[in-house]
């Protein structure tokens, strides 16, 4: 019995197995338990013959809040039954349990976890965090576990503050907006949120001017105006890399702190979101037009299918060319499945025929080296710095035939365009010209601008690679006057430390910075809940439909069906397992594994909604896609057989 359940890290349910017989046939696992779980009730979870009537299961549970009350925290209890009476046989505290935060005034708070809708949920270390705080304009980022959580308290009683909430969550993680659902039905809870205090999370004030330059280029439609926004961008990190150079010490981190703000600006420029709204907006009256018109469902992922301009999803087929060029070399292959982390360009150009592929490598670093898996976090190492990370990844696309990525882009051309065409000629017969020009416009500004989605992220980590580059050269400069242990301790110090450390005024904290090293390898090895209050109550969402018996529910973000082998690849390193077809199974992917998915037959994450970076790309690429599968890398098995169904959202096993 488990007086806090160790699944969820929920500490207002109690979990309990039980098998007949003695607990060694539960442990050894030669009998799979019955479980059930205690809150507001009794579920059971698991197994067929209850071997304990709900009384008995009722009790027991009382028993364990009992011993938990006793020794203060959760209690992992051993217990046996005879019959007649319940024995306990041992208890020690729970050490797996996610940490919950703590409040200054005691009222039960809520929170919900950014790394669920940013698609990162592994820790984040303490510069990397401090980073995302100074970012968070329009929201207080509370650090829990190492990951970054808002409060949504006041958000629950005002009707704007829970549209805002409801609206960022329906779009990122159906899960969590059906655990946000299940707190609004908690009336009383509701009404006892002191009133007074604005909603925690808010819509950035930019918003407004964005949607408004958005529908004034959608009169035009001329895409054109795309190259304008980059250039800017590109202009903008230019002046920060020109700015960094000429300062070393404090200064550096406070131009950092300064030029945040207009980092901010540049992910909020009107002429890149605007439009990029006005698609989000058009995705819902295109797939109604297709259901009306062609009978199709989500008929939006054949439009969005090889469209132009997006930067993460070419990353892709930079690493092709890379392939393309070393495939027909074997000294070249070779060195690339033996070097490593030890991967160097100029040890490639020396292999027979390393020439093109030492290019190839050079052009994929100039314009993708500030990426990295987790790169939202400023710690996490780009592919720059540790370029062997990439290698997998291009090996894999080594076994696929030549120039593969191209003929994938041509046919998803195809199919766009058909698509295309198929409705508005349908709309011509059944609505008249005049609906059909108006259709075809949609159409035209979608494909038009739907590939903005992933520029502003991508711009915004050229900018944190500026800033990386800056704090990491002055950190050396310390190091080499004996001033700091290693460079990877700055890591674990907070903007202020770091700057009070340039400046000569700060001596660091070894015992500190070891014991937070100590603590977010923890945090590494916990689940983070995504909604969660301030006394360990963990609240879980569910999906609501029906699926095949045993099947994985999820959410099916890339319409088709997928058949394959499962590659679990929780590290980007493993990626030269996957064969083609494969289907990719991971925690989460964010514009770093792109080039992933140019080898998969189909995709399945933990975690992920409509509008995160792995649905957008599987549909453009037509993968079939189901994320927001809970647990998904522990219950499938590498090589398991399995379907993925992108139309219903469930991954199912294949005897």
Partial sequence: MFTADPITSDRFTIAIEAVEGLGEELVSGRKTPVTWTV???????????PCLTKEQVIALAALGKKIEKEFGSPQDIEWCFDGMKFYIVQSRGITTLYPY??????FKRCFISVGHLQMMTDTMLPLGMSLWELMSKTVKVTEIGG???????????????????????????????SAFNKVLARKDYIKSIPKGQKSDFAIPKDVGKCITAGFKIY???DPTIIDGYNRRMEAAI????NGLAKLSGKAVIDFIVSDTDDLMKGLFDPEGLGPLLVTFFLTKPIDKAGKLLLGQDNISVEVSKSIKGNISSEMGFYVSRIADAARDFPEVV??????????????????????????????????????????????????????????????????????????????GKKESNDAVKSMVSAAKKKWGAGRARKLAKQLSFYRNFLGLRESPKYYWMKRYWEYKQAILKESEKLVRQGRLRSVEDVFYLRLPELASLFAGEYEPDYKKIDALRADYEKYASLTPPRLMFSDGEVVEGEYNRQVPEGALLGLAVSGGVAVGRARVVLDIKEAWKIEKGDILVTRFTDPSWTPVFISVGGLVTEVGG????????????GLPAVVGVTDATKHIKDGDQIRVDGNLGYVEFLK
């Fill in 39 to 49: 809150k507001d009730g009794i579920k059971q979870r698991s197994g067929k013959k």
């Fill in 101 to 106: 935060p703590s409040t200054m005034d005691g």
């Fill in 147 to 177: 990951r970054p959580y808002m409060e949504i308290t006041h958000n629950l009683n005002s009707p704007v503050g829970r549209a805002l909430v409801r609206q960022k969550l329906s779009n990122s993680d159906e899960l969590m907006n």
């Fill in 219 to 221: 009169r035009k439609n």
């Fill in 238 to 241: 230019q002046k920060t890399r």
């Fill in 334 to 411: 070779k060195y690339l499945e033996t070097a490593g982390d030890s991967f160097c360009i100029d040890e490639l150009r020396k292999q027979k025929g390393g020439e093109e592929a030492a290019k190839a490598f050079e052009e994929f670093f100039l314009r993708y080296g500030m990426r990295c898996p987790g790169e939202i976090d400023i710690a996490k190492p780009r592919f720059a710095e540790e370029p062997g990370k990439i290698l997998p990844t291009v090996l894999a696309d080594i076994k696929l035939p030549k120039d593969h990525a191209e003929q994938r882009l041509l046919q």
């Fill in 610 to 621: 409509m509008a995160t970076h792995g649905a957008v790309i599987t549909r453009e690429y």
